[in-house]
């Protein structure tokens, strides 16, 4: 079958991760990597054997399919661009800055009948994808995603940096439309929210809370889900999984490990795969648009009760 000729827009630190997995993936053929910084395009195309070039437009038409891990502000003019060109787009999360602009991509992509794919990798965590195979009836979702600090990522606070992963594994394991929700979270290191919690609650009586912190000591990806009759406990960055439940009268404990998976090149594949049949994929633009609009929700209470406080000192 044709390989999809492919372009990657933005090599810095996910964008060069991006490229490495395309060149190594069956069916795609890397063509380019793009960046402003011939300091960053150039070697990383010496090495995989691509062409470096300088800006969007030079791949516009040239190529089938698209890459954009740019800052967040520049995803929509450029993904709006290729999909004009009639490009199939995979777009680091979040989406967009706004749903308006998620909107329009999504428009973009259903009028050109074209893919357009949302980068929330931990869809393709293959411990994530276990977990949500054994999971019928979540009541209770409980996660906790923490970092150190690092500058690149802050042109968005610590909800659309982190929180935003977990948040799109709530939506869909959950499966129901949001009823309530609560926040509250500091600012720390940065002028913008470093810390966050959220508690959403949704139709179908689920109930998530989410914390996230871009300012740990340490790593941690928990995820804790809740059922009847059963309880997972995963670690998402080291690919374990326990098993709670009452047998005989007894607790009854199983453990997994899922260490050969590899997500951004799960990922990947899954795109090249939807770009060859117009398959549908895990994380469309409308599920993309989803977890942006909950997250901005997010933000939005953060910010309130700052300012509330800030007014009342």
């Known amino acids: 079958m044709k390989q999809i000729r492919t372009a990657i827009i933005g090599v810095g630190h996910m964008g060069r991760y991006h490229a490495e997995k395309f060149a190594a993936c069956e069916g795609a053929e890397l063509v380019a990597v793009v960046d402003s910084d011939p300091g960053r395009a150039g070697p990383l195309a010496q090495q995989l054997g691509c062409a470096a070039l300088a800006h969007y437009r030079q791949v516009l038409g040239q190529v089938d399919a698209a890459v954009i891990a740019t800052p967040t502000a520049q995803h929509c003019e450029i993904a709006l661009a290729c999909l004009g060109a009639g490009m199939h787009v995979l777009i680091e999360k979040p989406i967009t800055r706004t749903v308006a602009e998620a909107d329009a991509l999504i428009a973009a992509a259903k009028q050109r009948g074209l893919v357009l794919q949302v980068g929330h990798v931990e869809r393709h965590n293959i411990a994530f994808r276990a977990l949500a195979a054994r999971m019928d009836r979540p009541l209770f979702i409980d996660a906790e995603r923490l970092s150190g600090f690092k500058q690149r990522g802050t042109d968005v606070d610590v909800v659309l940096d982190l929180m935003i992963h977990d948040i799109d594994l709530a939506l869909g394991l959950a499966r129901s439309e949001v009823v309530a929700l609560s926040a509250s979270g500091f600012r720390v290191l940065t002028q913008d929210i470093d810390i966050a919690n959220a508690r959403i609650e949704f139709a179908n009586g689920c109930v998530a809370n989410l914390s996230a912190s871009r300012v740990s000591q340490s ?95």
């Open 219 to 313: 790593p941690v990806r928990k995820l804790r889900v809740f059922q009847p009759g059963l309880y997972v406990s995963a670690d998402l960055q080291g690919g374990r999984l326990r098993y709670v439940r009452q047998a005989n009268g007894a607790l009854e404990e199983t453990d997994e490990v899922h260490e050969t998976g590899d997500a951004l090149a799960a990922q990947a594949r899954e795109f090249v795969a939807a770009v060859r049949s117009l398959a549908p994929v895990k994380v469309s633009g409308a599920d993309g648009r989803q977890a942006l609009a909950l997250a901005l929700q997010v933000g939005e209470l953060v910010n309130r009760r700052l300012q509330q406080h800030a007014e009342a000192k």
